[in-house]
C-alpha cells in the first residue's frame, strides 16, 4: 500500500522530531555551548529535511500518470487526512496535494461520492493556504458545479460535503467583490432551501450552513471601509440577510449555532446603511460593543476589541466627523485600543489574535502615526518569528556595512533618495540617511507573517503552491501600511521592491516599477538579502553552508541584470568584504546567542 511505499508513518514522525528540535532547549552557559548545541539541531533538520523530500518523492508518479489502487487510495485518504483536520494543522500543504491526486483518481473511476468528497478537501486545504495572501489557483469548490445534478445519488455525509462546498464558493470573492458575493452567497441560500424541502433529515445540519452563508454575505458591510459604493438594493438585501441570521440564532440558540456580537453589529451596520438609524446612533453602538476591560484577555474579547474600535473608528472618519462631541473620544479610544495591544501582544502567541491586530492597523492606520505603530508591527510580523526575525537583524547589518562605504565613496549614487536629497544633503545628511536603511531593512519582510501561517515547509522543500503564497509577501507587506500617510516612502519601496532585479526585468511581485527615487537603497537591501540567505548555517537547515566567496562569484555573474554594479563591486573591497565574512560567520554566531540564548533573553 502507499503507507509502506509513502512511508507516512515515518513522515509523520519526523515532522513531530522536527517540532520538538524547533521547541529545544537552548539555555546555554556560554557562546560556544550555544552554538554547539545550535549547529547539532541544524544538522538533525537537515537529515529530517533530506529524508522527507526522498519520502515525498515517491508522490511524483501519482502527480503525474499512475492510477492508484483501491488500497493504496484508502491508505493515501487517511494519510491526508491526518495531516488536516478541523482543529490541527500537521502539513496542510501536503495534505492539498494529497486530496489533488486523490481527486484526479476519484474521477477516474467516476466514483461520484468520492469526488464530492476529494473537491471538499482539496477546496479547504487550498483555501487555508491561500486566502491571507490570496494565492487561489485552482479554486476548487467551483469544481463542485459539475456534481449537482448527482446530488440524490450521494451517501449523507457526502451531500453535507457538496453543500459545504458549494456554499464556500463564496468564500473566494468575500471584502474583494460586492456583486460576486451576494450572487454566489443567495444562489447557496436557495439550492439550501430547496434541500430543505426534499431532504427533510438534511434539516438540522443545514441550519448553521445558512448561519455561515449569511456571515459571509454579510462581509459584504466591509467595502464600506474601503469606500466603494454599493447599491440601495443591495443594502436592503444584506439588511434582510442580517434580520435572518438574527433569527436562525435566536431560533437554534439550544444548540451549537453560536450568537454573538457580529450577529447585532451586522444588523445595526445594514440599518444605518439602509438610512433607519443616525449616525450618532450607530456611533453609539459601536462604542458600547467595543469597550476596553484589560482584565479580560480571551480570544473572543480581543478579537471584539480590535474589530469594533476599528469600525468605531474608520466610521467616524468617513460619516461622522461633523458631529464634534465624538473627535475626542475618537482620539481616547484609539490611544487605549494601543495600549491595550502593548499590553497583551507579549503575553498572547495566538495567530488569530495577532491578525486581529493587524486587521485593526490595516483598517485604521490612516488615523494613527506611524511610529506609534512601528514597535507594534515589528514585535508581531518580525520578532514572533525566529527565523525572520534572525535574518532580518543580519540584513541589517550587512546592509550598515555596504551602505556606510558607499556614502563615503560613492555618495552621488544617492542622488534623490529620501526627499529628493542633493549630494550635499546627502553627505550632511548620513547618520538620517543610515537610519533610513535601518527602517528599510527591519520593514522589508514584514509581508511573510502573512504568507507563512499554514506553511509549515522547515522540515521538507516548498511546494510550487507554497513558492507562489511566499512571492507575495512583498505585497502583503506593502498592502498592511500603505495608506498611512505617515509611514516614510523609503520604508515601503522597500518591502514592495526587495525581490525585483535591478534591471526590472525578472523577480516579484511581477511589476515593472518605473523610476522611484529610494531604488539606490533598495539596491543595496537585495544584495544584503541574498548574502544573508544564502550564508546562514544555523538558522536554514535547506542547503548546505556556501562560503562567501562563492556568494560573490554569483553576485557578480548577475551584476547588471539581478543585482546593482555598484553595490557588487563594494565585495570587491578586501576591507568590506572582510567585515561582511565575519559578520555572516563569527557575528553571526555572536548574533544567534544574543538574540536566541533564554539566558540572555531572560535577561
Same mark, same amino acid.
Given at each position: 500500500?502507499?503507507?509502506?511505499m509513502f512511508e507516512?508513518?515515518?513522515?509523520?514522525?519526523?515532522?513531530?522530531?522536527?517540532?520538538?528540535?524547533?521547541?529545544?532547549?537552548?539555555?546555554?552557559a556560554s557562546?560556544?555551548?550555544?552554538?554547539?548545541?545550535?549547529?547539532?539541531?541544524?544538522?538533525?533538520?537537515?537529515?529530517?529535511?533530506?529524508?522527507?523530500n526522498?519520502?515525498?518523492?515517491?508522490?511524483?508518479?501519482?502527480?503525474?500518470?499512475?492510477?492508484?489502487?483501491p488500497?493504496e487510495?484508502e491508505?493515501?485518504?487517511?494519510g491526508?487526512?491526518?495531516?488536516?483536520?478541523?482543529?490541527?494543522?500537521?502539513?496542510?500543504?501536503?495534505?492539498?496535494?494529497?486530496?489533488?491526486?486523490?481527486?484526479?483518481?476519484?474521477?477516474?473511476?467516476?466514483?461520484?461520492?468520492k469526488?464530492?468528497?476529494?473537491?471538499?478537501?482539496?477546496?479547504?486545504?487550498e483555501?487555508?493556504?491561500?486566502?491571507?495572501a490570496?494565492?487561489?489557483?485552482?479554486?476548487?469548490?467551483?469544481?463542485?458545479?459539475?456534481?449537482?445534478?448527482?446530488? #440524490? =445519488?450521494?451517501?449523507?455525509?457526502?451531500? /453535507?460535503?457538496?453543500l %459545504?462546498?458549494?456554499? $464556500?464558493? @463564496?468564500? !473566494?470573492?468575500t471584502?474583494?467583490?460586492?456583486?460576486?458575493?451576494?450572487?454566489y452567497?443567495?444562489?447557496?441560500?436557495?439550492?439550501?432551501?430547496?434541500?430543505?424541502?426534499?431532504?427533510?433529515?438534511?434539516y438540522?445540519?443545514l441550519?448553521?450552513?445558512?448561519?455561515?452563508?449569511y456571515?459571509?454575505?454579510?462581509?459584504?458591510?466591509?467595502?464600506?471601509?474601503?469606500?466603494?459604493?454599493?447599491?440601495?438594493?443591495?443594502?436592503?438585501i444584506?439588511?434582510?440577510i442580517?434580520?435572518?441570521?438574527?433569527?436562525?440564532?435566536?431560533?437554534?440558540?439550544?444548540?451549537?449555532?453560536?450568537?454573538?456580537?457580529s450577529?447585532?453589529?451586522?444588523?445595526h451596520?445594514?440599518?444605518?446603511?439602509?438610512h433607519?438609524?443616525?449616525?450618532?446612533?450607530?456611533?453609539?453602538?459601536?462604542d458600547?460593543?467595543?469597550?476596553?476591560?484589560? #482584565? =479580560?484577555?480571551?480570544?473572543e474579547n480581543? /478579537?471584539?476589541?480590535? %474589530?469594533?474600535?476599528g $469600525?468605531? @473608528?474608520? !466610521?467616524?472618519?468617513?460619516?461622522?466627523t461633523?458631529?464634534?462631541?465624538?473627535?475626542?473620544?475618537?482620539?481616547?479610544k484609539?490611544?487605549?485600543v494601543l495600549?491595550?495591544?502593548?499590553?497583551?501582544?507579549?503575553?498572547?502567541?495566538?495567530?488569530v489574535?495577532?491578525?486581529?491586530?493587524?486587521a485593526?492597523?490595516?483598517?485604521?492606520g490612516?488615523?494613527?502615526?506611524?511610529?506609534?505603530?512601528?514597535?507594534?508591527?515589528?514585535?508581531?510580523?518580525?520578532?514572533?518569528?525566529?527565523?525572520?526575525f534572525?535574518?532580518?537583524?543580519?540584513?541589517?547589518?550587512?546592509?550598515?556595512?555596504?551602505?556606510?562605504?558607499?556614502?563615503?565613496?560613492?555618495?552621488?549614487?544617492?542622488?534623490?533618495?529620501?526627499n529628493?536629497?542633493?549630494?550635499?544633503?546627502?553627505?550632511k545628511?548620513k547618520?538620517?540617511?543610515?537610519?533610513?536603511?535601518?527602517d528599510?531593512?527591519?520593514?522589508?519582510?514584514?509581508?511573510?507573517?502573512?504568507?507563512?501561517?499554514?506553511?509549515?515547509?522547515?522540515?521538507?522543500?516548498?511546494t510550487?503552491?507554497?513558492f507562489?503564497?511566499?512571492?507575495?509577501?512583498?505585497?502583503?507587506?506593502?498592502?498592511?501600511?500603505?495608506?498611512?500617510?505617515?509611514?516614510?516612502?523609503?520604508?515601503?519601496?522597500?518591502?514592495?521592491?526587495?525581490?525585483?532585479?535591478?534591471n526590472?526585468?525578472?523577480g516579484?511581485p511581477?511589476?515593472?516599477?518605473?523610476?522611484?527615487?529610494?531604488?539606490?537603497?533598495?539596491?543595496?537591501?537585495?544584495?544584503a538579502?541574498?548574502?544573508?540567505?544564502?550564508?546562514?548555517?544555523?538558522?536554514?537547515?535547506?542547503a548546505?553552508?556556501?562560503?562567501?566567496s562563492?556568494?560573490?562569484?554569483?553576485?557578480?555573474?548577475?551584476?547588471?541584470?539581478?543585482?546593482a554594479?555598484?553595490?557588487v563591486q563594494?565585495l570587491?573591497?578586501?576591507?568590506?568584504?572582510?567585515?561582511?565574512k565575519?559578520?555572516?560567520?563569527?557575528?553571526?554566531?555572536?548574533?544567534?546567542?544574543?538574540?536566541?540564548?533564554?539566558?540572555n533573553?531572560?535577561?
Amino acid at each position: 500500500g502507499v503507507r509502506d511505499m509513502f512511508e507516512f508513518d515515518r513522515y509523520t514522525e519526523n515532522l513531530k522530531k522536527h517540532a520538538e528540535l524547533e521547541n529545544k532547549s537552548l539555555n546555554s552557559a556560554s557562546q560556544t555551548e550555544f552554538i554547539d548545541k545550535l549547529k547539532y539541531i541544524s544538522e538533525e533538520k537537515r537529515k529530517i529535511y533530506l529524508e522527507n523530500n526522498r519520502i515525498l518523492n515517491a508522490l511524483t508518479p501519482y502527480e503525474e500518470n499512475q492510477w492508484l489502487t483501491p488500497a493504496e487510495y484508502e491508505e493515501m485518504l487517511a494519510g491526508a487526512l491526518q495531516l488536516y483536520d478541523a482543529f490541527q494543522f500537521k502539513d496542510i500543504s501536503i495534505a492539498h496535494k494529497l486530496h489533488k491526486i486523490l481527486l484526479k483518481n476519484a474521477v477516474h473511476e467516476k466514483n461520484i461520492n468520492k469526488i464530492v468528497r476529494e473537491i471538499y478537501y482539496a477546496g479547504i486545504t487550498e483555501f487555508y493556504l491561500c486566502k491571507t495572501a490570496y494565492a487561489f489557483k485552482d479554486f476548487f469548490f467551483f469544481k463542485i458545479d459539475g456534481t449537482l445534478d448527482k446530488f #440524490n =445519488e450521494l451517501g449523507f455525509e457526502e451531500k /453535507q460535503l457538496f453543500l %459545504r462546498a458549494y456554499g $464556500n464558493r @463564496i468564500l !473566494y470573492f468575500t471584502n474583494i467583490d460586492v456583486d460576486k458575493t451576494l450572487s454566489y452567497g443567495l444562489e447557496a441560500i436557495r439550492l439550501f432551501q430547496q434541500v430543505e424541502k426534499d431532504y427533510p433529515e438534511l434539516y438540522e445540519v443545514l441550519q448553521p450552513m445558512k448561519l455561515s452563508i449569511y456571515r459571509n454575505i454579510l462581509t459584504c458591510l466591509s467595502v464600506f471601509r474601503n469606500r466603494k459604493q454599493v447599491s440601495k438594493e443591495q443594502i436592503d438585501i444584506l439588511l434582510d440577510i442580517a434580520n435572518k441570521a438574527l433569527e436562525i440564532a435566536r431560533y437554534n440558540s439550544h444548540t451549537s449555532i453560536p450568537f454573538d456580537s457580529s450577529l447585532n453589529y451586522n444588523l445595526h451596520a445594514c440599518q444605518f446603511h439602509a438610512h433607519k438609524i443616525s449616525i450618532k446612533e450607530f456611533l453609539d453602538f459601536l462604542d458600547e460593543l467595543s469597550t476596553i476591560n484589560e #482584565n =479580560e484577555t480571551t480570544r473572543e474579547n480581543i /478579537q471584539r476589541i480590535f %474589530r469594533y474600535t476599528g $469600525n468605531f @473608528i474608520d !466610521y467616524y472618519y468617513l460619516y461622522g466627523t461633523d458631529l464634534p462631541d465624538y473627535q475626542e473620544k475618537v482620539k481616547q479610544k484609539t490611544q487605549r485600543v494601543l495600549n491595550y495591544i502593548r499590553q497583551i501582544k507579549n503575553q498572547q502567541d495566538d495567530v488569530v489574535l495577532d491578525n486581529s491586530i493587524l486587521a485593526f492597523i490595516k483598517g485604521t492606520g490612516y488615523t494613527i502615526p506611524f511610529e506609534a505603530l512601528r514597535s507594534i508591527i515589528l514585535d508581531i510580523t518580525i520578532f514572533r518569528h525566529r527565523a525572520t526575525f534572525l535574518h532580518t537583524k543580519m540584513v541589517l547589518e550587512i546592509c550598515d556595512i555596504l551602505l556606510r562605504e558607499m556614502l563615503d565613496a560613492s555618495p552621488e549614487y544617492f542622488i534623490g533618495i529620501i526627499n529628493d536629497f542633493s549630494q550635499d544633503m546627502i553627505i550632511k545628511n548620513k547618520s538620517f540617511i543610515l537610519e533610513a536603511m535601518r527602517d528599510m531593512a527591519l520593514f522589508h519582510d514584514i509581508g511573510k507573517h502573512e504568507c507563512i501561517q499554514h506553511i509549515k515547509n522547515a522540515s521538507r522543500r516548498l511546494t510550487d503552491l507554497e513558492f507562489e503564497i511566499i512571492k507575495k509577501h512583498p505585497v502583503s507587506g506593502y498592502n498592511l501600511l500603505k495608506d498611512n500617510p505617515t509611514c516614510p516612502q523609503w520604508v515601503l519601496d522597500g518591502i514592495l521592491y526587495h525581490h525585483i532585479f535591478y534591471n526590472g526585468e525578472k523577480g516579484y511581485p511581477q511589476i515593472k516599477p518605473s523610476y522611484y527615487n529610494n531604488k539606490p537603497l533598495v539596491d543595496i537591501l537585495t544584495v544584503a538579502d541574498s548574502i544573508d540567505a544564502a550564508t546562514d548555517y544555523l538558522g536554514r537547515c535547506y542547503a548546505p553552508k556556501k562560503e562567501l566567496s562563492v556568494i560573490v562569484e554569483e553576485l557578480k555573474s548577475e551584476s547588471g541584470t539581478r543585482y546593482a554594479p555598484l553595490v557588487v563591486q563594494q565585495l570587491e573591497k578586501q576591507e568590506i568584504y572582510d567585515k561582511i565574512k565575519e559578520l555572516v560567520n563569527e557575528g553571526r554566531e555572536k548574533l544567534y546567542f544574543e538574540s536566541i540564548c533564554e539566558k540572555n533573553f531572560k535577561q
